[in-house]
């Protein structure tokens, strides 16, 4: 009997050591489980705080692609602004606050360079995005012609589009005609049976003389404005039908060549044209963002034998050299030259949905306005938009569709151009304005603000 009550005190005592043991083992599972869990949840709180910060960095690029004056004028250069500040995402009952937003920005030419600090909080979580990003507006094709220092027109030349100057616009000879409006900071001269269907407005003089004709299109309702004085010459075709504004003398030697009301010496000056410095680029900035680069003469067509195919064509391309191109393209791209631009022939665009800007950086010496850096072949169609750092000049029956930005443009021997604004719509790269990140990460290691 006294075996048989040790065995059964041995067996209580074996069962109540398992008890324990299990009792220690399922407390400890059930820590570690509850560990995995706070921890997990702790993960989860920190990724929203993360997607939190990153919400603010989003509505900063939101802002600035909505609204290009809030980058350029708004936001102050070189010191940090504050843009968010406690702002709920999505909510403050859960916690969870766009803390703060800071952006500093600096003026590159025609590029601005966003620095942006956001920070996130979630249920006490911290995370802190730093982001670089750069945005660019280095052309405004929309003006459809704009020279930097002067636009002159000749032999029958025929333009389809507003003509915009930082220095002077001469309609020079023989039949040459703007069918739209003309502004410049400089004079403008019409001469020798040429016409402007549009508007006329001009810091300086405004001449109109030898048959030539101001306002044909919109007649009465149009007007010749000058900050200087007017001058319509005698002829018996001489004619400005709308009104005249000077700041200066208004003669009309025609005495009946002026077919609205005059009005001289006007104060303040009639003339509220608002136009900014012809841009100058940068090439460093489109080596940074090219796509493509090539060295020395290169060569765009459909041809075989030429270094760059014009099917399918996209992104920027960069030629340290002169380019020469024609052929049939498809697709969105830009084509950047050191040197000249010659297009050798036609060069068409194979449906609506492509465009090409071409850019020339090539210089003209000073004093040799002559000097060439975009040039069509000769009654050639060009369809594209370009600029040029120093001159583009059509001649013998040359067209070009799309638009034209030169420090002189130049047109001779019934050359045309015609603005096209569904191509300026299509954006080429590196020529309106957009957005490239520069860089995108996070300032700190995660944590926990929670005591």
């Known amino acids: 009997m006294d075996a048989i009550k040790n065995e059964r005190g041995q067996a209580m005592i074996l069962a109540v050591g398992v008890m324990m043991i299990l009792l220690v083992v399922g407390s400890a599972m059930l820590a570690v489980s509850s560990g995995n869990r706070r921890a997990s949840a702790s993960q989860l709180e920190q990724v929203q705080a993360y997607y939190t910060a990153d919400a603010g960095v989003e509505r900063v690029l939101a802002k600035a692609l909505a609204d290009p004056d809030w980058v350029k004028t708004t936001l102050p250069k070189g010191a940090p602004y504050l843009y968010l500040q406690n702002e709920p995402y999505p909510d403050a009952v859960a916690g969870n606050v766009i803390e703060s937003v800071y952006v ?52 029958n030349g025929e333009i389809k589009s507003d003509v915009w100057s930082n220095g002077n616009v001469w309609l020079e000879e023989n039949g040459s005609v703007v069918e739209k409006n003309v502004f410049a900071v ?71 060549s002026i077919d609205g009301e005059s009005y001289p010496y006007t104060t303040p000056s009639p003339v509220n044209l608002s136009l900014p410095d012809f841009p100058v680029l940068s090439q460093s900035d489109y080596v940074r963002s090219a796509d ?18 014009l099917t399918g064509i996209d992104g920027i391309y960069f030629v340290n050299g002169n380019v020469n191109i024609s052929g049939t393209y498809s697709g969105v791209a ?86 096209n604004q569904n191509m300026v719509k299509l954006h080429p790269p590196g020529v309106f304005w957009g957005l490239g990140i520069n860089s995108w990460q996070e300032k700190y290691k995660p944590f926990s603000i929670t005591s």
Not at 110 to 139: C, F, H, M, Q, W
Not at 399 to 419: F, H, L, Q, R
């Open 104 to 155: 500093t920005k600096t003026t590159l030419t025609y590029v601005y360079e966003l620095d942006i600090a956001s920070v996130g909080v979630y249920k006490g979580n911290r995370r802190t995005l730093e982001v670089e990003v750069r945005l660019y507006t280095p052309l405004d094709f929309s003006k459809g012609v704009w020279s930097g220092t002067a636009a002159t027109f000749k032999q």
């Open 186 to 256: 400089g004079w403008v001269r019409l001469d020798n049976g040429t016409s402007v269907g549009g508007n006329i407005e001009a810091y300086g003089d405004v001449t109109v003389s030898n048959n030539a004709k101001a306002n044909t299109v919109i007649e009465e309702s149009g007007w010749v404005k000058a900050g200087g004085s007017v001058l319509v010459g005698s002829g018996g075709n001489t004619k400005v039908k709308g009104d005249v504004w000077a700041g200066g003398s208004i003669t009309d030697e025609g005495s009946d």
């Open 292 to 309: 493509y680069e090539y060295t020395g003469e290169t060569t765009f067509g459909n041809s075989v034998s030429d270094d760059v195919k």
């Open 334 to 419: 830009t084509i950047v030259a050191t040197g000249s631009i010659s297009i050798t022939n036609d060069l068409d665009r194979s449906d609506t949905n492509s465009c090409l800007a071409l850019i020339s950086f090539a210089p003209s010496p000073a004093g040799l306005i002559d000097t060439v850096e975009v040039k069509i072949g000769g009654t050639g169609t060009v369809e594209a938009l370009i600029y040029a750092a120093g001159k583009i000049h059509l001649n013998e029956d040359d067209k070009v569709i799309g638009a034209a930005m030169a420090n002189y443009v130049k047109t001779d021997s019934g050359a045309k151009i015609e603005y």
